[in-house]
């Protein structure tokens, strides 16, 4: 039987429960009703509104839009909407190089080079230079991200006179992504003068590292400049530069790179005049592709790389790189490359084809699918250099 107090205390839980149910439904009503004039904010890194940011992108400057008359003054205006994206150029200086070290290596010599490649950056450079006689062919070689900051050019010309933990840092990156093989020393044996430098944050102009990225970013945009910007102006100095040398043919000059490099490349290809060629691997696709959730184009950090304000509103990718036409250009990309996928890529490559032959110089570029990871194995890179040879034809 159940006493008096017992039966206060069950009264009481009801209350409490109907109380609990009627403060439930309240909040449940406030968010019903929440939701008739708010939306989401964030999921999975990007804007709830991502696809209606998406859809509104038509890149109206992009040549396939038409509208465009004449190609070389779509060329000359798309050139300036991307270089005006770059924001505020690094102040030139005379480069005043000087060599530091010299290695001989049987058919080439390498060098350290330290030179001004802006008013606000003395660098060091790696250049190989064949000793047949000139003037040569050259490639201007632009280093991957791969989230590895202390080597850079070392990715692309073995490096001597460092500390073991460098030179093994450096044999082990080449092993996992270039098939064991510097790709600068394989070219200088073959005829062509090499150069490389680092991209700011990268070995000997290191110091943020990956989770400092985005804080150098945000601190040039700061100074008015950008992070990617800043890259691409230096690249093309580095172009210059590679062109002044007494060895170096000015007219057959070729920019090369797997990943953020091979971005670099065609990137450089659309904005420089001293570049007449490129080999662009495993970095090419449409930007509405990338922009996904997981993506890895939607983690911020290495992105900032690449990102140029504003141009999203006027041109996608294979757009920028469409500038470059009608100059010799090779894209590679990989199958089973995970950072960008097959739809996206022959998307793109589909889009960089009409610009070439509407050119009549759908000869000059190649486009192919690989069944290869994100790398530049050594298949790759044969294909690559035969390519690039029968445009330039370098000495034996």
Same mark, same amino acid.
């Given at each position: 039987?159940? @006493?008096?107090?017992? &039966?206060?205390?069950?009264?009481?839980?009801?209350?409490? =429960?109907?109380?609990?149910?009627?403060?439930?439904?309240?909040?449940?009503?406030?968010?019903?009703?929440?939701?008739?004039? *708010?939306?989401?904010?964030? *999921? !999975?890194?990007?804007?709830?509104?991502?696809?209606?940011?998406?859809?509104?992108?038509?890149?109206?400057?992009?040549?396939?839009?038409?509208?465009?008359?004449?190609y070389p003054a779509w060329q000359k205006q798309a050139r300036a909407k991307v270089v005006e994206c770059l924001l505020t150029p690094p102040p030139a200086a005379p480069f005043e190089p000087k060599?530091? =070290?010299?290695?001989? #290596?049987g058919s080439y010599v390498a060098r350290k080079v330290v030179f001004s490649l802006t008013g606000d950056?003395?660098?060091?450079?790696?250049?190989?230079?064949?000793?047949?006689?000139?003037?040569?062919?050259?490639?201007?070689?632009?280093? !991957?991200?791969?989230a590895k900051f202390d080597i850079g050019k070392e990715k692309v010309i073995q490096p001597w006179d460092e500390s073991p933990e460098k030179i093994e840092s450096?044999?082990?990156?080449?092993?996992?992504s270039y098939g064991s093989r510097f790709i600068g020393d394989e070219l200088a044996r073959r005829g062509y003068v090499c150069l490389a430098t680092d991209m700011l944050n990268w070995s000997d102009r290191g110091g943020g590292g990956y989770e400092q990225q985005q804080a150098v970013a945000a601190n040039l945009l700061q100074f008015g400049t950008s992070f990617a910007g800043l890259i691409a102006h230096e690249d093309m100095r580095a172009a210059e530069f590679l062109a002044s040398q007494a060895e170096v043919d000015p007219k057959r000059?070729?920019?090369?790179?797997?990943?953020?490099?091979?971005? #670099? @490349?065609? *990137?450089?290809?659309?904005?420089?005049? #001293?570049?007449?060629?490129?080999?662009?691997?495993?970095?090419?696709?449409?930007? &509405?592709?990338?922009?996904?959730?997981?993506?890895?184009? @939607?983690?911020?950090?290495s992105a900032f790389t690449m990102i140029h304000p504003g141009l999203g509103n006027q041109l996608d990718y294979p757009d920028v790189a469409s500038i470059a036409c009608p100059k010799p250009m090779m894209f590679l990309a990989g199958?089973? !490359?995970g950072l960008f996928p097959v739809s996206a890529v022959e998307e793109a490559f589909a889009?960089?084809?009409?610009?070439?032959?509407?050119?009549?110089?759908? =000869?000059?570029?190649?486009?192919?699918?690989? !069944? =290869?990871?994100?790398?530049f194995n050594t298949t790759m890179q044969d294909?690559?250099? @035969?390519?690039?040879?029968?445009?330039?034809q370098p000495a034996k």
């Open positions: 039987m159940m @006493t008096q107090s017992s &039966k206060v205390l069950v009264k009481n839980m009801n209350q409490s =429960a109907m109380a609990l149910s009627a403060v439930l439904a309240f909040v449940h009503a406030a968010h019903a009703a929440e939701s008739q004039f *708010q939306s989401p904010g964030v *999921q !999975d890194k990007l804007p709830a509104f991502y696809e209606k940011l998406a859809s509104r992108m038509d890149y109206p400057l992009s040549w396939l839009g038409g509208g465009h008359d004449s060599v530091i =070290a010299e290695q001989d #290596r950056s003395r660098v060091l450079a790696l250049l190989l230079l064949p000793k047949s006689a000139g003037p040569h062919p050259a490639v201007l070689l632009l280093h !991957d991200h791969g450096a044999r082990k990156w080449v092993e996992r000059i070729a920019a090369m790179g797997l990943s953020v490099g091979a971005y #670099r @490349t065609w *990137q450089l290809a659309a904005l420089s005049d #001293r570049i007449a060629a490129g080999v662009s691997v495993c970095w090419m696709a449409t930007r &509405k592709a990338l922009m996904v959730p997981k993506n890895n184009a @939607t983690g911020g950090q199958r089973k !490359d889009r960089m084809r009409r610009v070439w032959e509407s050119q009549r110089a759908g =000869a000059n570029l190649e486009l192919r699918l690989c !069944d =290869a990871p994100h790398e294909e690559a250099f @035969t390519w690039l040879a029968a445009r330039f």
